[in-house]
């Protein structure tokens, strides 16, 4: 099957409609010099030649459009709230300005009309993929991973330049005609490389932070399934794990689940049954906690608070 991370989630397992579903391509601008002859349309053995034939897609830049085709993710099961640790607020504004709108876009016009960009931003390995993900899976939409550098300007816009970021572009699948709509999510580490035209496009800025002790007591609840740690050792782990991301987390637990396999004696490891492995214990967590340190220094975290509290929606 398809690779799966320590969640048990598809490693690409977006959405649900395949490429030849409806797509909204990118609009080539006027003064775009590259024909659109160029790449994708003479390379007959492509699987997009097809798609090349589609008459909404005749002004498109060829290439452009492999460029996007290629990182369509629609393979595997979808990814569910409940697979995201923690970050509840988060989850149920997104909830509220995105997935609603995209599902009863009868409800949700005019003023209650969804954003046409929203940004995640926040420490790296907090969430923010995957939450870009799922709400891919949740609106029934195709998702996009994009990283914007590899992106011309004129995709994006009017030649404003976009950061390191990853966009993603969901498109509505529950509509049809000219109701059919695309959401632009952008998740960075790095917000404050965003000029004014960006931010002016990625309208709703939520910051995705550091998963507090509870939740990273969920967390590693939820990694470990064998193991001899009490409740107070689960407590205490979260703590001493102060400033670590989730994806620090995931790397702590790991790290711990070697413990056991070190243990066994290098001859004895061909022939050991499963169930003689020990369980994970809390010195194997003591011993994890120094090998695997937190990601995200204090300064960052200043910064990214700092940049939530003039921009985010969330401050
Ligand atoms: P980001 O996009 O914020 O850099 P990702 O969404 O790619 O981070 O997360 C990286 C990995 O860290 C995930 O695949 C997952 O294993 C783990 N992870 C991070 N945050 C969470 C979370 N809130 N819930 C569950 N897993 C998480």
Redesign the pocket.
């Known amino acids: 099957g398809a690779p799966k991370?320590?969640?048990g989630n598809n490693k690409r397992s977006l959405g649900s409609r395949g490429i030849k579903s409806r797509f909204i391509p990118p609009v080539r601008k006027d003064d775009d010099s590259e024909g659109a002859s160029s790449g994708l349309g003479e390379c007959t053995s492509s699987p997009y030649t097809e798609l090349m034939t589609d008459e909404r897609l005749k002004n498109i830049d060829a290439k452009m459009v492999e460029l996007i085709m290629n990182e369509i993710m629609d393979h595997g099961s979808p990814v569910a709230w409940d697979?995201?640790?923690?970050?509840e607020l988060a989850k149920n504004t997104i909830q509220e300005i995105v997935v609603w709108p995209m599902l009863r876009p009868d409800i949700f016009t005019g003023l209650r009309g969804p954003p046409k960009g929203i940004l995640l931003f926040?420490p790296?390995?907090?969430?923010?993929?995957?939450i870009g993900k799922c709400i891919a899976s949740q609106s029934r939409s195709t998702f996009f991973s994009i990283s914007a550098s590899s992106l011309t300007s004129k995709w994006i816009g009017e030649g404003e330049k976009m950061v390191p970021c990853n966009v993603c572009c969901c498109e509505d699948g529950a509509t049809t005609g000219d109701d059919d709509r695309i959401l632009v999510v952008g998740?960075t580490?790095r917000p404050q490389e965003l000029d004014e035209a960006a931010r002016r496009r990625l309208v709703k800025r939520l910051y995705?932070p550091l998963?507090d002790a509870v939740n990273k007591l969920s967390?590693i609840c939820w990694l470990i399934k064998i193991h001899d740690l009490c409740e107070e050792d689960i407590k205490n782990v979260s703590e001493k794990a102060d400033g670590y991301?989730?994806?620090d987390m995931?790397n702590l637990c790991r790290e711990a689940a070697l413990g056991p396999i070190r243990s066994i004696r290098f001859t004895d490891i061909q022939h050991i049954s499963v169930d003689e492995v020990r369980p994970i214990s809390v010195k194997d967590f003591i011993a994890a906690l120094k090998a695997i340190r937190a990601s995200v220094s204090n300064q960052d975290l200043n910064l990214y608070e700092e940049w939530n509290k003039k921009y985010g929606i969330n401050s």
């Open positions: 991370d320590l969640y697979d995201i640790a923690g970050l926040g790296p390995g907090t969430g923010k993929t995957m998740a580490n995705i998963p967390e991301s989730g994806a995931a």
